[in-house]
Structures are given as structure tokens and as C-alpha cells.
């Protein structure tokens, strides 16, 4: 979300993440590249950096990139984006993140990230993602998934119907705010 500031505990929480991967497997980074919440990762990845050259540990490589979308409230890109790429629709801006992205940390936000979450979703369960593309989710979303597995697939079988999801897709996300637990 554009609108979460740095003293939101999400916004917090989101830039130890990304702290904690790039400690752990010098990964690079994609977000929106915009405000709020999209500067916490690449924030994260830059503290990382940052502290690898001060204790003179392992040189860490993380990059952040920014697919950016042209909105009238975000001009540029955040401070901490090192590659951008620009978008004016948003369906071509998702199939680059998917295209670029081998895993995907959905934080809390608004119906922007909703919609990453349902594109993601419908990738994985069409196989245009490997399998072993990891989604988790902040357990902010799970009522919104969890109602969608209730409409989509338990009420549909409970009424006898069709379920409109499969078994095996109930499962694609999974949700965890334990950074040790998704690092």
C-alpha cells in the first residue's frame, strides 16, 4: 500500500523482512517501486547492504527493482530502487513482477495488492508459475482467501454444485508474519 508510512508496524515489519533475506540469501527485491509500504523492502535491502560494508562481511549483491506505474500521485520512483521499469497499465506491470520474480511476500494493502494477490493466484493454479513459486501471504489477507475458499469451493459442495476451485488450489498460498519462519 502507497499509504502506509515508515512508523506503521507494517511498513516496520516488511523492511526487517527484506532485512532478513538479503542476510540470509543475498536475494534481489521487486515492489511497485513507489511509496509507502513498496519502500520498506527496498529499504530493507539497502540496511543489509549497508551493514555487510560496515562489519566488512560477505559483499552482498541485492538489487531493488521497481515496476513503477504511471499514476498522478506517484511522480517517481522511491529513493532505494536501483533498476526501473515503467508501466501505464497495470496487467503488463503484473506480468513483468511474475515474469521477474521467483516468489512473492504479499503485505497488507489495499485493492492494488489484491489484485497482485488474485493474479498470482490464478497463475500458480493454470501452472504459468512453477510449483515451487512460493506465495505467502501476511495473515492480514487470510479472511479475504479464506472467503474466497468458502464461496469458491466449500459452500459450492455443501450446496451440491460444482466447486469452482479445485482441491489442490485451496492451498497455493500460504500466510506467515514469523520472519525466521519465511526467510
Known amino acids: 500500500s502507497a499509504r502506509l508510512n515508515e512508523e506503521s508496524s507494517d511498513f516496520i515489519f516488511v523492511t526487517k523482512l527484506s532485512t532478513a533475506i538479503v542476510r ?8 511497485g517501486g513507489g511509496p509507502g509500504i513498496m519502500k520498506a523492502a527496498p529499504l530493507g535491502v539497502k540496511i543489509a547492504i549497508d ?4 562489519i566488512g562481511g560477505k559483499r552482498l549483491r541485492a538489487k531493488n ?6 499514476l498522478p500521485e ?3 520512483p522511491n529513493e532505494y530502487i ?5 508501466h501505464s497499465a497495470f496487467p503488463t506491470r503484473l506480468q513483468e513482477i511474475s515474469d521477474i520474480t521467483h516468489a512473492a511476500y504479499i503485505a497488507p494493502g489495499g485493492y492494488g495488492t489484491l489484485y497482485e494477490l488474485a493474479h498470482l493466484l490464478q497463475l500458480r493454479q493454470i501452472n504459468h508459475l512453477e510449483p515451487e513459486y512460493l506465495i505467502v501471504a501476511h495473515p492480514f489477507w487470510r479472511p479475504t482467501v479464506d472467503c474466497l475458499k468458502h ?8 450446496e451440491q454444485k460444482t466447486p469452482l476451485v479445485g482441491q489442490s ?15
Not at 527493482?65 to 504511471?70: D, E, H, L, R
Open 24 to 31: 540470509a540469501i543475498d536475494a534481489d527485491f521487486v515492489t
Open 51 to 54: 551493514e555487510a560494508n560496515i
Open 65 to 70: 527493482y521497481g515496476v513503477t506505474i504511471n
Open 74 to 76: 506517484e511522480k517517481s
Open 82 to 86: 536501483h533498476i526501473v521499469s515503467n
Open 151 to 158: 464461496k469458491m469451493y466449500d459452500e459450492r459442495l455443501s
Open 169 to 183: 488450489d485451496l492451498d497455493i498460498v500460504q500466510f506467515s508474519d514469523d520472519i525466521p519462519e519465511i526467510v
